[in-house]
């Protein structure tokens, strides 16, 4: 359980950051350039994140 608790944090915080970004590039005011700066700033970013189906009862990360 503590591992889906842990999971739910991190989603929510990834939510929460991409919120912010998109706030930044001007929210539903943004433009095509800030927007489009936007989604190659999220293609950059780094995809860490292991899959639910890789974790196990010995390595529940």
Known sequence: MQWFVKE????????LELI????IAGGDRATDESLFTLDKALEAAAD?????QEATAENPS
Do not use: R, Y
Request: proline share 6%; charged share 45%; aromatic share 0%.
């Open 8 to 15: 739910q944090i991190e989603e929510e915080k990834l939510a």
């Open 48 to 52: 860490e994140v292991s899959l639910p």
């Open 20 to 23: 912010d970004k998109l706030k």
